[in-house]
Nanobody, 123 residues
Framework: QVQLVESGGGLVPAGGSLRLSCAASGRTSSTYAMGWFRQAPGKEREFVAAITWSATSTVYADSVKGRFTISRDNAKNTVYLQMNSLKSEDTAVYYC????????????????WGQGTQVTVSS
């Protein structure tokens, strides 16, 4: 079992920045790929970014490429999402996720989710 706890959400003006953190605990949590997803009101949850357990590979949704950066510190069992140049359309609940790389970047159900953290970008 893996537990994920997000933090760092909040209200930020358009063009601003936020850094989300996700602390993982549980058996083998540091060997999973980690990712971020988001869900805006009235919309489906969507993929944002993912990083392999070794941090050698990352992938981003086109909508955030060049603005968001995912990273991880396995010594702290923590994954981060640095969000710059935020837009109103980035407003959503952001969820941390852990699973195999093929699951995070594919269509299979993800095994582990955090509780989510709200990000609101004011225009």
């Amino acid at each position: 079992q893996v537990q994920l706890v997000e933090s760092g959400g909040g209200l930020v003006p358009a063009g601003g920045s936020l850094r989300l953190s996700c602390a993982a605990s549980g058996r083998t949590s540091s060997t999973y790929a980690m990712g971020w997803f988001r869900q805006a009101p009235g919309k489906e949850r969507e993929f944002v970014a993912a990083i392999t357990w070794s941090a050698t590979s990352t992938v981003y949704a086109d909508s955030v490429k060049g603005r968001f950066t995912i990273s991880r510190d396995n010594a702290k069992n923590t994954v981060y999402l640095q969000m710059n140049s935020l837009k109103s359309e980035d407003t959503a609940v952001y969820y941390c996720a852990a699973d195999r790389w093929t699951v995070l970047t594919g269509t299979q159900p993800v095994s582990y989710w955090g509780q989510g953290t709200q990000v609101t970008v004011s225009s």
